[in-house]
């Protein structure tokens, strides 16, 4: 199956000469060949991203997406649907996790309304952009069609388009979506249910044995779907959609992508598929407590910059590893090279 002719294009960031330009700038700065370990990494990535050896951060955005999902009819979670426009409620009211971190590091933070299960208050921070109240029960039939998939992803890609600034975080909220989540997991990778779906908000052991069997089911129910935007619609969230929509925009436009957890890792897990190029611009801020998202990692061959046993959600994730971003820019620009502190280099090294 073709994929939709509205996906934007996304070029590689691969560029031999900057690359190496990067490296020597990398490696001669005042410390040991590859001291800083992976905040060297991720300023390379940000240089390529960016084309530039000066990395540099302008207006960076949080943007929360949220949509309620059929499934939860079946108690795969520990919360009821209703928490979904509750803590949407509670984000809009700034009293959300993802509002403080918002607050402590200068993100402008917008909520999207991709598919609550009611009706939304307006609000300067709320973006109504809500396909359908809920997804179907995914268990009984396709959670959306083709046309609302394929209107997700449009609605995301616009959303990135009125965005300003070059670096976008992503995060959600919806009870039951982690199911959702490990069902794409599951499909697109090949992995087993048994390996991919966790407990979610904190189900006991009766109830993770009774999702598994849920989501079993789901997947036999789909079992003829594989290619990805089928999948998706099939298998996804409205938030999901819309997410993997906003991930191929931003990464189009040379943006960096800040991807939180488990959900926001099965959108980008998703866009990848959808346009493989997407992965370049994608930094993976934390690796997630929730069973499966160390397998959506290696399935992406993607390292994840923290690990703080969080299950949250939100963008939380995302925003704690915002300083390590800020910090590789900075050891960028300020820190010395052996030449201009006059510090002796490796002996026996060979000069450049």
């Known amino acids: 199956m073709q994929h939709p002719a509205f996906l934007p294009t996304i070029e590689p960031t691969a560029n031999a000469a900057l690359q190496a330009r990067l490296q020597h700038k990398i490696d001669h700065k005042t410390k040991p060949l590859g001291a800083l370990g992976q905040l060297e990494t991720l300023a390379l990535q940000i240089g390529l991203i960016q084309r530039s050896e000066t990395l540099a951060f302008q207006s960076p955005q949080m943007v929360v997406f949220a949509a309620d999902h059929g499934i939860a009819s079946e108690g795969v979670s520990a919360f009821p649907q209703g928490v ?15 509002n403080v971190f918002a607050r402590q590091h200068g993100f402008a933070l917008q909520v999207v309304d991709a598919g609550v299960a009611a009706d939304l208050a307006d609000h300067p921070q709320l973006l109504k952009r ?13 959670a959306m069609s083709l046309v609302q998939a394929e209107a997700a992803l449009q609605a995301g890609i616009a959303i990135v388009q009125n965005l300003p600034g070059n670096i976008v975080a992503f995060g959600e909220m919806g009870i039951a979506n982690t199911s959702p989540a490990a069902l794409l997991l599951a499909r697109l990778s090949g992995l087993s249910i048994a390996d991919v779906v966790g407990r979610g908000t904190g189900l006991d052991d009766a109830q993770l044995k009774h999702k598994q069997a849920v989501l079993a089911r789901a997947l036999v129910r789909h079992a003829d779907v594989h290619q990805p935007l089928p999948v998706l619609a099939a298998l996804g969230g409205f938030e999901i959609a819309m997410m993997t929509g906003a991930m191929l925009q931003a990464a189009s436009e040379r943006r960096v992508l800040l991807v939180d957890g488990f959900i926001a890792g099965a959108a980008a897990l998703v866009a990848h598929a959808l346009v493989p190029a997407a992965k370049d611009y994608m930094v993976f801020c934390h690796r997630s407590a929730e069973r499966g998202h160390h397998l959506l990692l290696a399935q992406l061959q993607a390292k994840a ?19 390590l971003l ?16 006059g510090v002796s280099g490796k002996t026996g090294a060979t000069p450049a």
């Open 326 to 341: 800020q910090s590789a820019a900075l050891f960028m620009a300020e820190m010395a090279s052996f030449d201009s502190a």
């Open 84 to 98: 979904t426009v509750q803590m949407v409620g509670n984000m809009l009211a700034g009293g959300a996790a993802i």
């Open 305 to 323: 910059l923290l690990d703080l046993d969080m299950r949250l959600g939100e963008g939380t994730g995302a925003l704690l590893a915002w300083p």
């Open 130 to 142: 809500k396909i359908a109240l809920g997804t179907h029960n995914l268990c009984e039939g396709p």
